[in-house]
């Protein structure tokens, strides 16, 4: 499944953001790939534990854990911190499965990757290329949001990034463990979630909501892994 999580932050606050990466130094993407994805990526990064990935990073994570779609999409157990990237003219990623397991900087434990997400910081006018291609369960997806935007999508799929042909290309991207391992599963629940915040507003009273919950509720306790 991938969702579109719109209007994190403000015009004004990617704004702010672009401002920082810009005066920043950047070193090459291929730091914190795998082996095989290494020879694929093209790209530049913040060194993991840097400043101003660490403060993008944790406002980050702060939107989306009072975001009730992305907390329902994503049932989050813990994530990765996130890392934030820049492509510029000729910069790409081709196609590549992220490594299943990562492990923090300074940290024993380590972060099953069920869940990637990008935040696009970057106005899509203001460069060509750059489209992330999914390779989801229904086909290839071209995604290029606006700035401030969210995707989030199944770690298990193959994805790239176009070529950057003309400007520059500003993401933050990040891991998530959920709490259900299976995209399936957290589909269904997702798509229950949903029709019942549905029927919470339409029709609050009736009985039938009770035990719909209930059935989420215990289907959730069913697969839920902490
Ligand atoms: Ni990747």
Not at 34 to 52: D, F, I, R, V
Not at 142 to 151: M, Y
Not at 185 to 190: G, I, P, S, V
Request: glycine residues 6%.
């Amino acid at each position: 499944m991938l969702l579109h999580i719109p209007a994190l932050f403000t015009a004004d606050e990617v704004a702010r953001i672009r401002n920082a990466l810009e005066q920043a130094d950047w070193a090459d993407g291929k730091v914190t790939a795998g082996y095989q994805s290494a020879k694929a990526k093209h790209n530049l990064q913040l060194p993991e534990g840097h400043p101003l990935a660490k403060e993008i990073g944790s406002a980050l994570i702060e939107r989306l854990w009072s975001n009730p779609r992305f907390m329902s999409a994503a049932l989050p157990h813990k994530v990765f911190p996130p890392l934030v990237n820049c492509y510029r003219e000729g910069g790409n990623f081709g196609f590549h499965i992220d490594n299943a397991l990562r492990q923090p900087r300074g940290s024993h434990e380590r972060v099953r990757t069920d869940l990637s997400s990008t935040l696009f910081l970057s106005d899509p006018d203001s460069y060509d290329g750059g489209e992330l291609v999914i390779q989801d369960t229904y086909g290839v997806q071209q995604v290029k949001l606006s700035a401030g935007d969210l995707v989030l999508y199944p770690g298990t799929s193959l994805h790239k990034v176009n070529p950057v042909t003309r400007g520059a290309r500003y993401a933050a991207f990040f891991w998530t463990q959920s709490l259900v391992r299976e995209d399936s599963q957290r589909a269904l629940l997702f798509e229950m979630d949903n029709a019942i915040q549905q029927l919470t507003a339409d029709v609050p009273e009736h009985p039938a909501l009770l035990q719909l919950t209930g059935t989420y509720h215990n289907l959730l306790r069913r697969w839920v892994e902490v």
